[in-house]
């Protein structure tokens, strides 16, 4: 089974992205399968590090902290870019130490991170388990550290760990 | 815009409403790319098209379409989701290259590669 | 020379051809009257002459020929006495009832003549070479016959013949017999020869008896004819000074003749006994004596009994030439005594005296007659040659053309903008007046965008390379918008794929060149201003050219096009509601079979020339950034080197792995609906291959090469084939090439599956775009892994030295 | 829109002319990447400009030309761009392997002696 | 009704994202560095994918969305590319 | 998979290139496998150019030829592509492959060794070759010319090397210059005709409006300048020598017949086009040929003369050729075409067996001289290639003689001088020149032809000055100089072209009387137009099944 299909979690998605292409018909389904089943192989063939996803059933809660922070952040952004000079803002860097290694759950990371305007994912180091983030509005550090760490990082580790 | 007339107005609305927001982050987005001072801060405007932006127009789209052929029409959302899915990678790439430049330059600007973990970072205001 | 001379020949044939309307040589001298009258008389006859003196070696054009003769073998010798130049002689006496006759004819052919016949006579005399002795006796006789054929009377003409047969004897033995001695003397300097006669006694007696006849001895062949051109010098034929001059020249030269004769024959066999002389001379072997022997008889019984032998060979060539004007003539030994052989015998007289004259002299004196001896006609003519040929050849060269690509190119560009406008401005072009009309604000502001990042590229392009690549992206990507809006959505994606490829094959191709250069390096000089104005003239008016006629041409009204048929049928006949697809992979799917293998053969290529590749020295090994990241993990306690690199890619390569397979989707996606919707197997297979780049780009090329086999050059091939085979099965029904075939497959409880055979032509695309992108993205990526192995291995060598 | 995308051809083409005639191979390879977008555009031009009537038919109804973009330029445009992009690729490679046997990156391979 | 709503609402729209481009071009333009040419390049083609998708609502033809969905997907390539040839001065090692 | 005998006429470029792409399956180590398969294909291409030679020239009947018409993919003209075989092109792929045969063994010897698929490359210039005679249609043969070119480069690079990828550097930068404008022209040609085949072409220029006739001419002498470039005409042919001379041997034979291809189209293309109908476009255009033909020889001569190494004297034959035969065409004579026709045949095979010859001399000088003629040569130093290092072939007894023989002949047929084809081409040209309504017509000719035949004799002078001189460097002055070591691989393809000059020679006769045949269908296009727009489609038999 997991030899024919590695990534179900992924082959599905891809199912889904080949009708969404296509449209619904019987005809679509099986092709999109047959897609599926060929592209997952093409994964396969990298040998990429495979997550395990312990509690999938927590990723729709992620995506909703996620969207609605993203939403947030949109118009923090967006008033301080209309401010122009008169915004007293200070942006910075900081140095988040995590605990997250499996390298998944970290680009899961990267995306919200990244996604989120206002923080900007810099860095990461592998031998002291530290991520480098670049802040638009760093009004307290701790704030931030904060929010990685215990709203996304353990959510994640809760989900991959 | 012959096909919008068989458009009922609600859709219309809705339709115009996403599209407007859309444009208008990405508008800020780019606008404060070309107007922030250092790169570390203009790389954050764009994600607002990339974010928000793109969401928006591609809801409106997907309302649009659905609407006219009076089925669901979603496959927009591959867009949103690739794109959120990519961008973090130019991201991080560009600014950890960014990083790396400054850093051999003996910029001042950024934290050396072994700065202080979390709270004792030093981190210099950039007043713009 | 000789082949200057064919060449007037042949242009003189032609005109001769022209006059006479063929070129059947009896046409040609049935008609000679004809030609004589002709206005086109005069130019033929110059050409033809010139030809036929050069070919014959007359004088001036007679230097040419000692040296041929200098060759080393006499074989080679006997074919140049006697056919080669006779040719020109032949020629001469062969159009001679056609041109002869005329003043122009005499004058030149006599001048010529004559004064070949002395000078060469004279410059034999003086020769050191036997060789040379003999080429320039060669000439003289020539000019003899020259001479005689100049007089155009028939009985000249027959002397001339007569002469010519002898003189072919004659001459040939005496070349053997130089060669003989040359070969086994080892020299031809009659200055160290001497004596020779106890040593070769035959081989002496056979040249005395033929350089005898050389010299007009009665009872020798060479008596006869000389005879007979004595006798035709008094018969007066024009009444000029030069025909009043001919006995006397004539004479004068027979002397010459007698004396270069006697003095071939006593300084080589006569006198002291040789010494210092390369090897010690004995008889040759008998083959190579019996030619000589031979040709001697010929002589001997010829000059004595010249009616029975020669006459009727001398008849029939007779007849060949002069046909119904063949003069009686007698070949007798004896006219009885007259004045030819009082002027045989004062030549006779003459030229021993002046041998004895000369004697001491010619033992001693260098090569060539005194006076003339420093002017060799052979060292003028080539200095000449040499100075038209080569100077001013290059110098033209260098002038009119170039070896440089900026000038090739300009005037490329310039003629091609030329050739642009010269029928509009002949036609008096009225460009269209510009309207605003239905322009679109939002596709303006676009444009305004892609130009800005036009003329960026072309600004930054020098000193900031990416720069110039980003803003050429930014222009790739308004094209495509561009594409869009106008309604080419196939054009749009195919645009937007090649334009990533492009730009990460020249983001490859970056690492290789030279870092950029310092703006102080430039100082710019006047004339490089000067060009550069130049440049931007001609781009800005190229621009501006193009510009109006791309706007008169989108304003004029649309013709009758054949796209019509294409829209009609595309669907009922060709199966596809995607015409410009059905157009890609049926109407016109020759063009994309030739489009493909013009990819193939690029990436073949690529590959190729890439095997031999070799980085220049200051972009070998790894580039700066590498090294001084690995400097700085070197220089951490906690960090091994590339730990950089490898926390850098990380996080992004697990998103670019997840792409990987959404790509591949997205390739299939856009393949499988090319026939009716936008896509096609060219955009799936750039797809496919920017999936695969992106995993280079994410593991690096050892990582992926590790995981995938791929195998481009097979991809290439089988794509090929495939596309090839699909064409020819229509083949099978007795259709013509690429006829495609489709029909709505229906499935049970699935769908109508539209299955045309444009589907696998299609196919066959896809594999070959797939293998071919891949192909040449890898074998540039590779030769970082080269060069970086290269590196290791000079590593290894310094470890061992 | 004519006047438009006829003025953004002619900016295409002379940066590209003005870019081909310098002396350094990365500036013509980029002036020839420009020289191709605008004949790309010029041939698609030829088909004359048409807002939304892309060439793709919505099943086997009557068929009026007229009210479809003309396919064949466009056709002709994609063979371009495929030819195009195999070109400057190939150009690219033979300007590397120049730059490497002959030091220098100058068109002509050698540096111009001033 | 609808439809002049959805007329001003795309132009507007495609005003916006217009001079959205010019701004990313601008930085494309003038720099300073490296960096900020790239993120222009990322962002005009963001930008260029939103302004295809408003103009398919604008002719509500679905044809034009694979070329949206082709900047979405592989866009990032190329800016990608560029990125790391910053970092490590090579694209593929 | 057997095609019918009507399938014949597309064979020449499906067996090249099929042939091309199986060798691509195999690995490169195989290196006799190839061989033996690209020497097959090239046999296979010569039966079957002489058979479609054979079909096009059924001695004759009906004085205008046949024309063979194939439509690909079975549309009616004009919306299909097609192939139009007639006397021309027939000629053409026969030459073509005659070459072909020759410089593959030549090849044999070193060169497919220099590089990884030498054969593939080789075959797939064929393909393109005779594509672009074959084909009917104006954008179709702009993709066969760049399936020509690209193989081109390939082969021209083979090998790599210095000088050699510095003069591919110039070769392909023209080269795609020269597409472009290609482009620019075909497109505003179907932009104001809206056809792209040539038959419908020809019919439908003279209806073009007058407004429009303008555009079309700017399209057609941007076209023509496009062809120019290929056929190297004065100031467009600098780059010709140069490549030819880097090239290698047996490539540079093959390239003898690529610049005819620029010669062919404008030759078919120009009185396809504008012959009767145009006049002041056809006049003008001529005007330039025949100007422009002259130039080119004047300075192809000069480089001849010029010329210290071999390979550029040969690289300046082929401009001298090339405008010889641009001159001819400007006459616009149908019997000076003719001579032209036969000068082109007798003038390829001539240049083609001279590249191969002059490697194997170039051989055995020493490599001072060798490099002191290069650094002469293009630019500053030169320095060698590696696949020069292994020591190829063996001393045969006797090579220097049969190598100054077949250099004397050379020279003679490039020079013009009797006995061989290049008199007699030269020879028919200057005779028709001068006789344009015929022989024994009599009747006054223009001065253009006394420049003509002017032009042609020095030229003919400047090959033989230099080209003598060459030889006695060559072959006498220098004593002390090795025997070249050749392989018979390599001496037999040299012999069996100059022997082909010699049978061109011997059968001038009806050669000469084919060529006529030709010209006379070239100046007088209708059979071509009919044959191509009246060609009938194979009906289906059951309609429904299949379309
Ligand atoms: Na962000
Ligand atoms: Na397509």
């Known amino acids: 089974m997991s030899r024919v299909v590695p990534y179900p979690l992924l082959m599905a998605s891809l199912l889904v992205m080949w009708l969404l292409l296509n449209g619904f018909t019987p005809?679509?389904?099986?092709?999109?399968?047959?897609?599926?089943?060929?592209?997952?192989?093409?994964?396969?063939?990298?040998?990429?590090?495979?997550?395990?996803?312990?509690?999938?059933?927590?990723?729709?809660?992620?995506?909703?902290?996620?969207?609605?922070?993203?939403?947030?952040?949109?118009?923090?952004?967006?008033?301080?870019?209309?401010?122009?000079?008169?915004?007293?803002?200070?942006?910075?860097?900081?140095?988040?130490?995590?605990?997250?290694?499996?390298?998944?759950?970290?680009?899961?990371?990267?995306?919200?991170?990244?996604?989120?305007?206002?923080?900007?994912?810099?860095?990461?180091?592998?031998?002291?388990?530290?991520?480098?983030?670049?802040?638009?509005?760093?009004?307290?550090?701790?704030?931030?550290?904060?929010?990685?760490?215990?709203?996304?990082?353990?959510?994640?580790?809760?989900?991959?760990? | 815009m012959s096909h919008a007339a068989d458009l009922p107005v609600w859709a219309a609305i809705v339709v115009a409403a996403f599209l407007l927001l859309g444009a208008f982050l990405t508008l800020v987005g780019s606008f404060g790319f070309y107007r922030l001072q250092s790169f570390y801060d203009r790389i954050h405007a764009p994600t607002l098209g990339t974010s928000w932006g793109t969401a928006s127009i591609v809801i409106a789209s997907m309302v649009l379409f659905s609407v006219l052929q009076s089925r669901p029409v979603l496959h927009e959302i591959l867009i949103g989701i690739f794109v959120t899915v990519t961008t973090p990678v130019t991201l991080m790439l560009l600014g950890r290259a960014t990083l790396y430049r400054d850093r051999s330059e003996g910029s001042t600007e950024v934290p050396p590669m072994d700065a202080p973990v979390s709270g004792s970072s030093e981190n210099t205001p950039t007043k713009d | 020379i000789t082949g200057a001379g064919g060449l007037c020949l042949l242009v003189g044939l032609i005109l001769i051809g022209h006059i006479v309307g063929s070129y059947e040589l009896d046409d040609v001298l049935a008609s000679g009257n004809l030609i004589r009258e002709h206005e086109l008389y005069v130019p033929a006859l110059l050409l033809i002459l010139l030809g036929a003196l050069t070919k014959s070696a007359q004088f001036p054009f007679h230097f040419w020929l000692p040296n041929a003769m200098a060759a080393p073998t006499p074989v080679s010798a006997y074919l140049h006495s006697a056919t080669m130049v006779k040719a020109g002689v032949?020629?001469?006496?062969?159009?001679?009832?056609?041109?002869?006759?005329?003043?122009?004819?005499?004058?030149?052919?006599?001048?010529?003549?004559?004064?070949?016949?002395?000078?060469?006579?004279?410059?034999?005399?003086?020769?050191?070479?036997?060789?040379?002795?003999?080429?320039?006796?060669?000439?003289?006789?020539?000019?003899?016959?020259?001479?005689?054929?100049?007089?155009?009377?028939?009985?000249?003409?027959?002397?001339?013949?007569?002469?010519?047969?002898?003189?072919?004897?004659?001459?040939?033995?005496?070349?053997?017999?130089?060669?003989?001695?040359?070969?086994?003397?080892?020299?031809?300097?009659?200055?160290?020869?001497?004596?020779?006669?106890?040593?070769?006694?035959?081989?002496?007696?056979?040249?005395?008896?033929?350089?005898?006849?050389?010299?007009?001895?009665?009872?020798?062949?060479?008596?006869?004819?000389?005879?007979?051109?004595?006798?035709?010098?008094?018969?007066?034929?024009?009444?000029?000074?030069?025909?009043?001059?001919?006995?006397?020249?004539?004479?004068?030269?027979?002397?010459?003749?007698?004396?270069?004769?006697?003095?071939?024959?006593?300084?080589?066999?006569?006198?002291?006994?040789?010494?210092?002389?390369?090897?010690?001379?004995?008889?040759?072997?008998?083959?190579?004596?019996?030619?000589?022997?031979?040709?001697?008889?010929?002589?001997?019984?010829?000059?004595?009994?010249?009616?029975?032998?020669?006459?009727?060979?001398?008849?029939?060539?007779?007849?060949?030439?002069?046909?119904?004007?063949?003069?009686?003539?007698?070949?007798?030994?004896?006219?009885?005594?007259?004045?030819?052989?009082?002027?045989?015998?004062?030549?006779?007289?003459?030229?021993?005296?002046?041998?004895?004259?000369?004697?001491?002299?010619?033992?001693?004196?260098?090569?060539?007659?005194?006076?003339?001896?420093?002017?060799?006609?052979?060292?003028?003519?080539?200095?000449?040659?040499?100075?038209?040929?080569?100077?001013?050849?290059?110098?033209?060269?260098?002038?009119?053309?170039?070896?440089?690509?900026?000038?090739?190119?300009?005037?490329?560009?310039?003629?091609?903008?030329?050739?642009?406008?010269?029928?509009?401005?002949?036609?008096?072009?009225?460009?269209?007046?510009?309207?605003?009309?239905?322009?679109?604000p939002v596709f303006a502001a676009i444009w305004l965008v892609g130009i800005a990042c036009a003329i960026g590229a072309a600004y930054q392009a020098k000193y900031h390379r990416l720069a110039a690549l980003v803003l050429m992206g930014g222009a790739g990507i308004v094209t495509?918008?561009?594409?869009?809006?106008?309604?080419?959505?196939?054009?749009?994606?195919?645009?937007?794929?090649?334009?990533?490829?492009?730009?990460?094959?020249?983001?490859?191709?970056?690492?290789?060149?030279?870092?950029?250069?310092?703006?102080?390096?430039?100082?710019?000089?006047?004339?490089?201003?000067?060009?550069?104005?130049?440049?931007?003239?001609?781009?800005l008016v190229c621009g501006t050219g193009m510009a109006i006629v791309a706007y008169t041409m989108m304003t004029s009204p649309m013709p009758d096009t054949i796209s019509d048929f294409f829209m009609t049928r595309a669907y009922t006949e060709g199966g596809g509601t995607n015409v410009v697809n059905v157009i890609l992979v049926d109407f016109r799917g020759f063009d994309t079979f030739g489009e493909i293998t013009v990819l193939g053969i690029v990436a073949i290529t690529v590959f190729a020339l890439l095997r031999r590749f070799r980085p220049a020295a200051d972009s070998v090994g790894v580039t700066e950034q590498q090294r001084i990241q690995n400097e700085f993990d070197d220089a951490a306690a906690d960090r091994e080197i590339g730990a950089t690199v490898r926390d850098y890619l990380m996080v992004p390569s697990v998103i670019m792995q997840w792409m990987f397979p959404v790509i591949i989707t997205l390739a299939v996606y856009l393949f499988l609906r090319g026939h009716d919707l936008p896509g096609g197997g060219f955009a799936a297979g750039i797809a496919m291959a920017i999936g695969f780049l992106l995993q280079y780009l994410a593991g690096g090329t050892r990582w992926v090469e590790d995981r995938l086999r791929i195998l481009p050059v097979k991809w290439i091939g089988f794509g090929l084939l495939m596309a090839a085979f699909t064409g020819m099965g229509s083949w099978l029904f007795g259709f013509p090439f690429l006829t495609s075939f489709f029909q709505y497959v229906e499935i049970p409880y699935i769908a109508k599956m539209p299955a045309a055979s444009a589907l696998m032509f299609d196919l066959g695309v896809f594999a070959l775009v797939v293998g071919a992108t891949v192909l040449m993205l890898i074998a540039i990526a590779h030769q970082s892994v080269r060069s970086h192995r290269a590196r290791a291995v000079e590593a290894a060598k310094a470890e061992e030295g | 829109m004519e006047l438009v995308l006829s003025l953004g051809i002619g900016v295409l083409v002379g940066s590209g002319v003005w870019l081909i005639l310098r002396p350094r191979t990365y500036q013509v390879i980029i002036g020839l990447g420009?020289?191709?977008?605008?004949?790309?555009?010029?041939?698609?031009?030829?088909?004359?400009?048409?807002?939304?009537?892309?060439?793709?038919?919505?099943?086997?109804?009557?068929?009026?030309?007229?009210?479809?973009?003309?396919?064949?330029?466009?056709?002709?445009?994609l063979t371009a761009i495929v030819i195009g992009f195999a070109t400057t690729a190939l150009f690219l490679v033979v300007l590397l392997a120049a730059r490497g046997l002959t030091g220098t990156d100058h068109v002509d391979g050698r540096e111009p002696e001033r | 009704m609808s439809a002049t709503i959805l007329l001003w609402a795309v132009t507007i729209a495609q005003c916006a994202l217009a001079l959205a481009m010019g701004f990313a071009l601008i930085r494309m333009f003038r720099g300073p560095r490296a960096q900020d040419r790239v993120l222009g390049l990322d962002t005009l083609y963001v930008n260029s994918m939103l302004m295809l998708l408003v103009f398919g609502i604008r002719t509500g033809n679905t044809l034009y969305f694979e070329a949206s969905l082709i900047i979405g997907t592989v866009g990032f390539v190329a800016t990608a590319a560029l990125a790391k040839f910053l970092m490590r001065g090579e694209v593929i090692e | 998979?057997?095609?019918?005998?009507?399938?014949?006429?597309?064979?020449?470029?499906?067996?090249?290139?099929?042939?091309?792409?199986?060798?691509?399956?195999?690995?490169?180590?195989?290196?006799?496998?190839?061989?033996?398969?690209?020497?097959?294909?090239?046999?296979?291409?010569?039966?079957?150019?002489?058979?479609?030679?054979?079909?096009?020239?059924?001695?004759?009947?009906?004085?205008?030829?046949?024309?063979?018409?194939?439509?690909?993919?079975?549309?009616?003209?004009?919306?299909?592509?097609?192939?139009?075989?007639?006397?021309?092109?027939?000629?053409?792929?026969?030459?073509?492959?005659?070459?072909?045969?020759?410089?593959?063994?030549?090849?044999?010897?070193?060169?497919?060794?220099?590089?990884?698929?030498?054969?593939?490359?080789?075959?797939?210039?064929?393909?393109?070759?005779?594509?672009?005679?074959?084909?009917?249609?104006?954008?179709?043969?702009?993709?066969?010319?760049?399936?020509?070119?690209?193989?081109?480069?390939?082969?021209?690079?083979?090998?790599?090397?210095?000088?050699?990828?510095?003069?591919?550097?110039?070769?392909?930068?023209?080269?795609?210059?020269?597409?472009?404008?290609?482009?620019?022209?075909?497109?505003?040609?179907?932009?104001?005709?809206?056809?792209?085949?040539?038959?419908?072409?020809?019919?439908?220029?003279?209806?073009?409006?007058?407004?429009?006739?303008?555009?079309?001419?700017?399209?057609?002498?941007?076209?023509?300048?496009?062809?120019?470039?290929?056929?190297?005409?004065?100031?467009?042919?600098?780059?010709?020598?140069?490549?030819?001379?880097?090239?290698?041997a047996p490539v540079a034979a093959i390239f003898a017949i690529m610049s005819k291809v620029g010669i062919y189209v404008i030759l078919r293309l120009s009185l396809l086009f504008f012959d009767g109908t145009g006049a002041s476009a056809n006049g003008f255009g001529a005007q330039i040929l025949f100007i422009g033909g002259m130039a080119t020889i004047v300075f192809g001569s000069i480089g001849v003369l010029a010329s210290q190494a071999l390979g550029r004297l040969a690289g300046f034959s082929v401009l001298v050729s090339s405008g010889t035969l641009l001159a001819a065409m400007g006459l616009l004579e149908v019997r000076v075409t003719a001579?032209?026709?036969?000068?082109?045949?007798?003038?390829?095979?001539?240049?083609?067996?001279?590249?191969?010859?002059?490697?194997?001399?170039?051989?055995?000088?020493?490599?001072?001289?060798?490099?002191?003629?290069?650094?002469?040569?293009?630019?500053?130093?030169?320095?060698?290639?590696?696949?020069?290092?292994?020591?190829?072939?063996?001393?045969?007894?006797?090579?220097?003689?049969?190598?100054?023989?077949?250099?004397?002949?050379?020279?003679?047929?490039?020079?013009?001088?009797?006995?061989?084809?290049?008199?007699?081409?030269?020879?028919?040209?200057?005779?028709?020149?001068?006789?344009?309504?015929?022989?024994?017509?009599?009747?006054?000719?223009?001065?253009?032809?006394?420049?003509?035949?002017?032009?042609v004799i020095l030229s003919g002078l400047a090959a033989l000055i230099s080209i003598s001189r060459a030889g006695i460097r060559a072959f006498w002055a220098p004593v002390e100089e090795t025997v070249p070591r050749v392989l018979l691989v390599e001496i037999i393809p040299v012999g069996a072209l100059l022997a082909l000059t010699l049978v061109l020679t011997i059968q001038a006769g009806p050669i000469m009387r084919f060529m006529e045949a030709t010209a006379e269908s070239l100046h007088d296009p209708r059979a071509y137009v009919e044959g191509v727009m009246q060609a009938p489609r194979i009906e289906r038999a059951e309609p429904e099944a299949t379309r």
Not at chain 3, 264 to 288: A, C, D, N, Q, S
Not at chain 3, 488 to 501: G, M, N, R, S
């Open chain 1, 27 to 161: 005809g679509q389904l099986i092709i999109g399968c047959v897609v599926a089943l060929l592209s997952g192989q093409g994964l396969a063939a990298l040998q990429p590090v495979k997550p395990r996803l312990r509690r999938w059933d927590l990723l729709p809660k992620l995506l909703g902290i996620v969207l609605y922070d993203i939403i947030q952040s949109n118009i923090a952004v967006v008033s301080i870019i209309l401010q122009g000079k008169r915004s007293q803002r200070r942006s910075g860097f900081v140095n988040i130490p995590l605990d997250l290694r499996d390298p998944t759950a970290l680009a899961i990371l990267a995306v919200i991170v990244t996604s989120t305007p206002g923080t900007a994912w810099m860095d990461y180091n592998s031998t002291r388990g530290t991520m480098l983030l670049h802040v638009f509005d760093l009004v307290d550090e701790e704030g931030w550290v904060d929010l990685i760490k215990n709203r996304y990082e353990f959510l994640l580790r809760e989900i991959f760990e």
């Open chain 3, 90 to 440: 032949f020629l001469l006496a062969r159009l001679w009832p056609v041109l002869a006759g005329t003043d122009e004819w005499f004058l030149i052919v006599g001048i010529a003549g004559m004064s070949t016949l002395l000078l060469g006579a004279f410059f034999a005399i003086f020769q050191q070479d036997l060789k040379g002795l003999l080429a320039y006796s060669t000439i003289s006789h020539l000019g003899l016959i020259t001479t005689l054929l100049s007089l155009g009377s028939p009985l000249a003409a027959v002397a001339a013949i007569f002469h010519m047969m002898n003189h072919a004897t004659f001459k040939a033995s005496l070349f053997m017999a130089a060669g003989i001695i040359d070969h086994e003397a080892g020299t031809r300097d009659m200055r160290k020869l001497t004596g020779l006669f106890s040593f070769l006694p035959i081989t002496a007696t056979l040249a005395m008896v033929a350089s005898a006849a050389m010299a007009g001895v009665p009872l020798l062949n060479g008596f006869l004819s000389k005879e007979m051109f004595f006798a035709e010098t008094l018969e007066q034929h024009h009444g000029s000074i030069i025909d009043g001059a001919a006995p006397y020249v004539a004479t004068i030269a027979g002397a010459f003749a007698v004396t270069y004769s006697i003095r071939f024959i006593h300084t080589v066999f006569f006198g002291p006994k040789p010494v210092g002389l390369p090897r010690v001379p004995h008889e040759p072997p008998h083959w190579m004596r019996r030619p000589i022997e031979l040709l001697v008889l010929i002589c001997l019984v010829v000059g004595i009994v010249p009616g029975l032998t020669v006459g009727p060979y001398l008849h029939v060539a007779v007849q060949a030439v002069l046909g119904d004007r063949t003069p009686e003539y007698d070949l007798a030994v004896w006219h009885g005594f007259n004045t030819p052989l009082l002027m045989s015998i004062i030549a006779l007289v003459g030229g021993v005296v002046i041998y004895l004259a000369l004697q001491s002299y010619l033992a001693t004196s260098e090569d060539g007659p005194p006076f003339l001896r420093n002017l060799k006609g052979q060292r003028i003519f080539e200095r000449i040659l040499v100075t038209i040929s080569w100077r001013m050849a290059r110098w033209a060269e260098a002038n009119f053309g170039t070896r440089r690509l900026q000038p090739q190119l300009r005037v490329v560009v310039f003629l091609a903008f030329i050739a642009g406008l010269w029928p509009l401005f002949r036609a008096g072009f009225q460009p269209p007046m510009p309207t605003l009309a239905g322009v679109d």
């Open chain 3, 480 to 539: 495509c918008i561009t594409f869009v809006w106008f309604s080419a959505p196939d054009l749009a994606l195919t645009q937007l794929l090649v334009e990533i490829v492009t730009t990460v094959l020249i983001l490859l191709g970056l690492r290789w060149l030279p870092k950029r250069l310092e703006k102080v390096d430039n100082s710019v000089t006047a004339p490089a201003r000067m060009r550069r104005h130049r440049d931007f003239v001609l781009a």
């Open chain 4, 34 to 77: 420009l020289l191709s977008y605008a004949v790309n555009l010029f041939i698609f031009s030829m088909g004359r400009l048409t807002v939304n009537k892309p060439p793709v038919l919505s099943g086997s109804e009557a068929i009026d030309p007229a009210s479809f973009a003309d396919p064949l330029p466009q056709a002709l445009v």
């Open chain 6, 1 to 248: 998979m057997i095609p019918g005998p009507e399938h014949l006429v597309i064979a020449p470029i499906v067996i090249p290139l099929v042939a091309g792409a199986l060798l691509l399956l195999f690995d490169d180590r195989e290196r006799r496998l190839k061989a033996t398969i690209s020497m097959l294909t090239a046999l296979a291409l010569l039966v079957v150019s002489i058979a479609l030679l054979r079909i096009t020239h059924a001695d004759g009947v009906a004085e205008n030829g046949r024309v063979v018409v194939y439509l690909l993919g079975n549309w009616p003209p004009p919306f299909s592509i097609v192939l139009v075989l007639d006397r021309l092109s027939a000629m053409m792929l026969v030459l073509t492959s005659i070459l072909a045969l020759p410089s593959l063994v030549f090849a044999l010897g070193r060169w497919n060794k220099a590089g990884p698929h030498y054969h593939t490359l080789f075959l797939l210039l064929l393909m393109g070759l005779n594509g672009a005679f074959l084909t009917g249609d104006l954008f179709n043969l702009f993709v066969f010319f760049e399936v020509m070119l690209a193989a081109s480069y390939g082969l021209m690079l083979h090998g790599s090397g210095t000088q050699r990828v510095r003069a591919g550097l110039h070769y392909i930068a023209i080269n795609l210059v020269a597409a472009l404008l290609f482009l620019i022209g075909v497109s505003l040609i179907y932009g104001v005709t809206g056809t792209l085949n040539m038959a419908d072409l020809a019919q439908r220029i003279p209806q073009v409006a007058a407004e429009n006739q303008m555009l079309l001419e700017t399209g057609a002498a941007i076209l023509g300048v496009a062809f120019l470039i290929k056929a190297g005409m004065w100031p467009l042919s600098f780059w010709l020598p140069t490549t030819y001379t880097a090239a290698p």
């Open chain 6, 339 to 455: 001579g032209a026709l036969f000068y082109l045949v007798s003038s390829t095979l001539a240049v083609s067996a001279f590249f191969l010859l002059i490697e194997l001399v170039e051989r055995g000088q020493d490599a001072i001289a060798n490099v002191l003629a290069v650094t002469m040569e293009a630019f500053g130093e030169g320095e060698e290639d590696e696949e020069i290092e292994d020591e190829v072939g063996v001393a045969i007894p006797g090579t220097l003689a049969v190598l100054g023989i077949s250099f004397a002949a050379c020279g003679l047929l490039l020079a013009g001088l009797p006995p061989l084809s290049g008199f007699i081409a030269k020879f028919t040209m200057l005779t028709a020149a001068f006789n344009p309504a015929g022989m024994g017509v009599g009747g006054a000719f223009s001065s253009a032809s006394w420049w003509f035949t002017a032009m």
